[in-house]
């Protein structure tokens, strides 16, 4: 049968053939990875497949694996994981060899060596290496070669694609820059349209004249769009990290809090109560909102985002894989609603909000942070991905995520920008009451 891992990197679509009828129900794993990833992987996949066994060879030893991921020595202990030593072969044949690979892992030039021989010659019909990113490829001996051989001339045609993409853009950036200055001298004649063509590549991109935000077509229909959630959208950038996952995000974290404190005035922010962080993604928010008091809810459209954010946070926080109508069906109100990194990838961003600011008790608050689009080289390169995040529908400026909040009956009560902290990514982020949550 064909299994799709649940943090596979969505641009490397590889499905798991794991056995077929009457195969054996046990995989071979080698481990050249984190504690971590390991402990992930296992967890998730045996989970799926309750038959199957795993058979693990790694770089490390078995105590210090079940020393820092206890998941391993509960499920040596239930019998699905059995370790075995480099080198030891024999018995029946696996259903399939997976070699978990990450850059952090901490293996002798040897042992890595040893490992990757073992795996090489490993007998098995279906064979696959999965990153620490969660990307999937095809570990034959075909497949394999073809990758290497066709390695170098990839590179250079995406360097050649991407490149070509950027001047695109810049240069489409540089007419907007000239049409919206006439524009608004108003030395430029005739008004132009509402809609300004910006690029074609690798996108469709227009700006509004009024504002200068940029709107793209990502080309996604709605199933596109919920197979890429479905897929552990946010998850997959942290399979290899997890047990330092909050180290590695808390200053985040802490600058995001500093955000919300900079702009939600502090007499609504004191009063504490019930939160909603909608699109929560890890969960990392709704950690730090528990901990500063809050009684914390956190929905997301993808259940797989919600058991990863379970995982994490397994205690203290309710998590749930609902749309914020059912929220609002349910009576359910909240003193602070935040939408971090959210509402950019919302196509109808101002039906979006309007629903939000529903959910807000009396003198609740609303929290929005998106990526700052300012027209500036320099600025932009802060941010060098930004014109292939094809999930996003927005890039706002400041005056465009204003605009916004007012066609949604928001009421601003300030609104700020990151762009005078030294070496941040250009965000901004404003907070907003609707009329029914004011006083």
């Avoid at 105590?63 to 509960?74: N, S």
């Amino acid at each position: 049968m064909k299994h799709r891992l649940p943090f596979r990197n969505v641009f490397h679509p590889v499905a798991l053939r794991i056995r077929e009828e009457g195969e054996p129900e046990k995989i071979d794993v080698y481990h050249l990875s984190t504690p971590a990833h390991l402990g992930i992987f296992l967890e998730n996949f045996l989970g799926e497949h309750p038959g199957l066994t795993a058979l693990v060879r790694s770089h490390l030893l078995e105590r210090d694996l079940a020393e820092a991921e206890p998941v391993l020595l509960r499920l040596e202990e239930e019998g699905r994981l059995v370790f075995r030593q480099p080198g030891n072969f024999g018995g029946e044949i696996p259903a399939a060899a997976i070699m978990l690979h990450s850059r952090r892992a901490q293996a002798t030039r040897l042992s890595a060596a040893k490992l990757r021989l073992e795996f090489h010659f490993a007998r098995a019909r279906h064979k696959y290496i999965i990153g620490g990113d969660g990307a999937v490829w095809n570990a034959s001996l075909r497949a394999t070669a073809l990758r290497r051989i066709s390695a170098p001339f990839r590179r250079l045609y995406f360097s050649w694609q991407r490149n070509s993409h950027r001047r695109a853009v810049e240069a489409g950036l540089e007419r907007l820059g000239r049409e919206l200055a006439l524009h608004h001298s108003g030395t430029g004649g005739k008004k132009p349209p509402g809609r300004i063509p910006v690029a074609s590549r690798p996108m469709l991109l227009w700006a509004d004249a009024e504002t200068g935000s940029l709107h793209r077509d990502p080309g996604m229909s709605p199933e596109e769009e919920q197979e890429m959630y479905d897929s552990a959208y946010h998850g997959r950038v942290y399979i290899d990290e997890r047990r330092d996952w909050d180290g590695l995000l808390r200053e985040y974290q802490n600058r995001r809090w500093h955000n919300i404190a900079a702009v939600v005035p502090p007499g609504r922010l004191d009063r504490r109560g019930d939160a909603l962080d909608i699109g929560c993604g890890t969960g990392g928010l709704c950690d730090l909102l528990r901990q500063r008091g809050y009684s914390v809810t956190g929905i997301e459209r993808s259940p797989q985002m919600i058991d990863t954010c379970l995982h994490n946070f397994p205690q203290g926080i309710e998590f749930r894989a609902v749309r914020m109508e059912t929220l609002a069906e349910e009576g359910r109100r909240f003193n602070l609603v935040t939408l971090s990194h959210v509402l950019e990838h919302i196509e109808d961003a101002a039906g979006f909000l309007r629903n939000a600011g529903r959910l807000l008790a009396r003198q609740g608050v609303l929290y929005v942070e998106v990526p700052l689009f300012v027209n500036d080289p320099e600025i932009m390169a802060m941010r060098p991905d930004w014109i292939w995040q094809r999930d996003h529908y927005h890039e706002f400026t400041r005056a465009g995520l204003a605009a916004v909040a007012e066609r949604a009956g928001l009421r601003i009560l300030q609104h700020r920008d990151s762009l005078k902290a030294p070496g941040n990514e250009p965000y901004q982020f404003l907070a907003a009451t609707s009329p029914q949550s004011s006083p």
